[in-house]
């Protein structure tokens, strides 16, 4: 899994042809002429990435749970506790604040073909819990992690801290009120999906890289391919948003962005130190620090804003590659799995 996939260097496709803007109140419906057909191209493009959870294959992962030392079995519980909770924040975000307040048709084309995604991966951790936790109380717990594992309610309580406060916004008529609806954008994607998950992922590739867990690998990559593309999405329509709306972005932007950012890495860092205890071998506390912090300048760097931390990714199995390298890695049937699309759309055209 690389700190900078495809999705964190994408420019806007996306152009306008009318006076409208991206976050103007209104519900635009129509979808000819198109405004924004890079979103439209998006959307396409995940419809080609479908997957269901039954492709992926468990069973030798519940043979190396065996396996694990009692260390790592607390770790893979952790995981799978802060999977149960993490993509239900996303998905309520999504219907909440983003499909209300994105005044695009293409977009909430996207956006809907998204939420179904999150309720796969929802799907994919449900049946994670219920094969790795056979004990009903265990599983119960892992379920109301947000209320009974302080390092899971801390990403939880960030989370609410920086996206609740658009939630009872109807129409984002100020510049104040669009500047909190890209706050929470930009946590959505550059905290949530662009570094909580990311920090997850590495400790399941930690385990594939020792040869351990292909199942929780193998869906884990699908997640990731989702989650790239997710991030990708978000940052356009922020690149559309500072291009329609420049003066949006000044310095006290970047600085609350900066912050939030900032707040991210130390709530993953009390989650790491929750998985990692004193260390394990090729796994530890300080290690996840300078990958998080190194996550967290890309990050930073994607947005246009300065990089803070200057870390390097200290894990050799996450070097920087593509998403179709990762996958030829990781997996271990061929999956270059793509749902064939038929027909065009031209971008001009009237009904």
Known sequence: MPVNSPADTTTSTSTTTSAGRLLDPGFELTLRPMRYPGFYD?????????????????????????????AEQHMIG???????????????????TLYKHINSPEARLYLSRQLFEEAVHVQFYLTLLDTYLPDPGDRAAAFAAVENIPSIQEKAAFCFRWMDSVEQLDRLETAADR??????????????EGLFFYGAFAYVYWFRSRGLLHGLATGT???????????????????????????????????????????????????????????????????????????????????????????????SYLEL??????TNF???????????????VGFDEEF
């Open 321 to 326: 590659q593509g998403v179709q390298e990762l």
């Open 330 to 344: 990781f997996e271990r049937r061929p999956s270059a799995y793509q749902v064939a699309v038929e027909g065009t």
């Open 179 to 192: 500047r909190r609806f890209l706050l929470n954008l930009i946590c959505f994607a550059a905290c949530i």
């Open 221 to 315: 990559n699908w997640v990731f391919r989702d989650e790239t593309m997710h991030m990708g999405f978000a940052f356009e329509v922020v690149d559309t948003v500072r291009e329609e709306e420049p003066e949006l972005f000044d310095g006290a932007l970047e600085g609350q962005v900066t912050e939030m950012i900032k707040e991210a890495v130390e709530a993953e860092l009390l989650f790491a130190h929750d998985l990692c205890g004193d260390g394990l071998p090729g796994m530890n506390t300080a290690s996840m620090r300078e990958y998080l912090q190194c996550v967290a300048d890309e990050r930073l760097r994607r947005l246009g804003f300065a990089p803070v931390y200057g870390s390097r990714n200290p894990f």
């Open 78 to 96: 952790r995981l799978v506790a802060f999977f149960a909770t993490g993509d239900s924040i996303v998905a309520n975000n999504l219907v909440l």
């Open 42 to 70: 998006r959307y396409r493009d995940a419809i080609r990435n479908t997957w269901t959870v039954e492709e992926v294959d468990l069973h030798s992962d519940v043979a190396d749970l065996a396996k694990l030392s009692p």
